[in-house]
């Protein structure tokens, strides 16, 4: 299963208005199954890679076991631009420039470019501006990378809040350095990678007090036969059926498993597909009473998992008796 999501855009008209009430988040690590982290401070997005007023291009995202040893638990969340020259990753509302707290942990395979921005309005700003920073990123390829807004040195410009027109340099200097230099103020900062069109994966996604684990979704396995009494003989037709947590049928594979009642549990052939209603059916002989079960691999984007136990009851055969000759 591809996971897949459009992330929400950095909209210029409400990104700009906002600017003077940075919304609440909320604090402690939150788990996610997806790209939507449910909190209006600190969220995934994507943006051109020279322009933080143009929105580039969603990418699809999908959970990942790893790449590597991921930083925080077992899974990440991978993101596959749909091309280059769009840069996905994290928006983080700060109420602080000169204590920004905006950090993640980046892998990818084939090493990836992106690119961060901060937009902030000090003291020192005039009516309708505020400066923007932009900042080129690089990761290599191989092992996880932490970036963190507060340790970027960006290039600074003071620009106007509805042409975006640049109105004049800022200089060269991090958040912190920038914020000593016109004062403090609030703002956000966003950053991401995928310039470069190569697929990377994110996690540890921090903004504040929050950060953010990606892991795997949850899923429900059940077990159903057309018949739990049988002949000796006889073949029954046993189903399985994943769900998620909304009870939507994701045609995971499946291995069946059997035992004699109190026996050891063995697989009954290898990993079985769903068919086109997305339900894994296989006919089995049965000789004897049977308990059935359905496992469910470990995949990229869920834990494994087992079905209830059903018992199949096969009569015992009855030997015909001989007459006794009086």
């Known amino acids: ?27 402690g690590v939150q788990t996610l199954t997806g790209p939507a982290t449910g909190d209006a401070a600190v969220y995934l997005t994507y943006v051109d890679c020279t322009s933080l007023f143009s929105p580039g291009t969603a990418p699809a995202s999908r959970l990942n076991l790893g790449p590597f040893a991921a930083p925080m638990g077992r899974r990440s969340l991978g993101l596959v631009p749909a091309g280059g020259g769009t840069a996905s990753g ?40 505020a400066w923007l920073g932009r900042t080129t990123l690089s990761v290599p390829s191989g092992g996880w990378q932490q ?15 509805t042409s975006h027109a640049p109105l004049g340099p800022g200089g060269t200097a991090t958040p912190a350095e920038f914020a000593a230099a016109h004062g403090d103020g609030k703002g956000l900062v966003v950053s991401g990678f995928g310039c470069d069109g190569g697929a990377f994966n994110l996690d540890a996604v921090q903004g ?3 950060t953010f684990d990606f892991e795997g979704i949850a899923l429900t396995t059940s077990l159903t036969v057309d018949g739990q009494k049988a002949d000796a ?3 029954v037709t046993i189903t399985g059926r994943v769900t998620d947590a909304r009870s939507r049928v994701t045609g995971d594979p499946l291995v069946l498993e059997s035992r004699a009642p109190g026996g050891a549990w063995k697989a009954v052939g290898g990993p079985a597909l769903a ?23 470990e995949s990229q984007y869920a834990d494994e998992g087992w079905s209830d136990a059903v018992t199949v009851t096969v009569a015992p055969t009855v030997e015909p008796t001989t007459p006794t000759e009086k």
């Open 1 to 27: 299963m591809r996971l897949r999501s459009t992330l929400v855009t950095v909209g210029a008209a409400a990104l700009l208005s906002a600017l003077a009430v940075a919304p609440a988040h909320a604090d």
């Open 90 to 129: 994290p928006v983080v509302w700060f109420d602080s420039l000169a204590s920004v707290g905006s950090s993640f942990s980046v892998a990818s395979t084939g090493g990836s470019t992106g690119a961060s921005y901060v937009l902030v309005i000090t003291p020192d700003a005039p009516a309708g501006a």
């Open 147 to 161: 970036v963190s807004a507060s340790a970027l040195t960006y290039d600074w410009s003071l620009v106007d809040l």
């Open 208 to 210: 504040g007090d929050s």
């Open 233 to 235: 003989g006889d073949t």
């Open 275 to 297: 068919g086109a209603d997305g339900l894994v059916h296989v006919d089995v002989p049965v000789t004897e009473t049977t308990e059935f079960r359905w496992h469910r691999p």
